[in-house]
């Protein structure tokens, strides 16, 4: 067991995943966490991670801090996506290596996986095939941030690794919709429809494409196991670069957006827009060696939205 007393840096502790895991540490007994406001402290500055790292001297990392965004803002901002990933990912790792950081986590994305591919979706399949090209800016950074962690472990045997979670949802969530992802953009949409009592809503693409879901918490719990349990020797002795986190099944998206409806009591109708992309036909991931080393999620998906949902509710400023 990890002493409770040692200290923790969470980049990314106020998004989605970080905010997750600070719950869950802080749950456990872990008090001593490193946080800083990303809008005042600037991860893709060189300079200043390594001010940090020199004042701090975290004993454990665990990287939740991303430029992350849905279809639409990956495909706008894709320079963007790009270069503050690979900064960011790249400044923290390296600063953990020269610093001496006895285990870091490094979150990646089910993005990295190529567009076409057998499902479910190996840890193997890893650069076996073309990228989406709509978050392709993205999944390269995420990519280079797996491979950062494995060759920093082979080169310099750093206790760091990387897990892939699949799309996740949950308090916290990003509820724009001009950037966020498909399962808060529902919740938004179809709660203003229900307010407005608008007769139909609009979703992008056929509806048809396939998605995996994991409730934050259940991830966050993930990364408790992983933390406590796991070291990078586990994860390379297997000839794999990452570990995929996931609930192991997934649903069209037309699915989800029923089960949305319904779960916010919304009676109008649904109109799906043709023209707009659809994304990868089908991301589910094999969740096989995770569940092998003793974990499994527990929210299922309606308990997952209904918690979603009410948090949206009592707690997002439309």
Not at 4 to 9: D, L, T
Not at 49 to 75: M, R
Not at 239 to 245: A, M, R, T, V, W
Request: aromatic share 12%.
């Amino acid at each position: 067991m990890i002493d409770r007393e040692a200290k923790i840096y969470i980049p990314g502790h106020k998004g989605l995943v970080g905010s997750a895991i600070v719950r869950k540490f802080l749950s456990e007994g872990f008090s001593n966490l490193v946080m800083f406001d990303s809008k005042s402290f600037d991860l893709r500055n060189q300079r200043k991670v390594e001010e940090l790292f020199e004042a701090e001297s975290p004993e454990y990392v665990i990287i939740a801090a991303a430029k992350v965004g849905g279809i639409l803002a990956n495909n706008m901002f894709r320079a963007e996506f790009i270069y503050d990933n690979l900064m960011i990912e790249a400044n923290l790792i390296h600063n953990a290596y020269k610093h001496k950081v006895k285990k870091l986590i490094f979150l990646g994305s089910s993005c990295i996986y190529p567009k076409i591919t057998p499902q479910p979706i190996k840890e193997e399949q890893l650069l076996a095939g073309y990228l989406e090209k709509t978050n392709e800016p993205y999944a390269v950074a995420k990519i280079a941030g797996v491979k950062l962690c494995e060759n920093y472990f082979r080169q310099y045997d750093s206790n760091f690794y990387s897990v892939m979670p699949t799309n996740l949802y949950g308090p916290n969530d990003n509820f724009d919709l001009k950037s966020s992802h498909v399962l808060p953009a529902l919740i938004r949409k179809i709660h203003e429809a229900k307010e407005n009592n608008s007769d139909v809503i609009e979703v992008w693409g056929t509806g048809k494409p396939r998605r995996e879901f994991l409730f934050v918490d259940d991830l966050a719990d993930a990364i408790f196991y992983l933390f406590e349990n796991i070291d990078a020797r586990d994860i390379y002795s297997k000839n794999i670069s990452h570990l995929n986190i996931g609930a192991g099944q997934d649903v069209p998206i037309s699915e989800l957006t029923e089960l949305i409806k319904n779960i916010i009591d919304y009676k109008g109708n649904i109109r799906y827009d043709f023209t707009k992309p659809d994304g990868t036909p089908q991301k589910l991931l094999d969740v096989t060696r995770i569940r092998n080393l003793g974990w499994k999620h527990k929210t299922g998906l309606k308990e997952g939205i209904r918690k979603t949902y009410e948090w949206f509710v009592n707690n997002y400023k439309l």
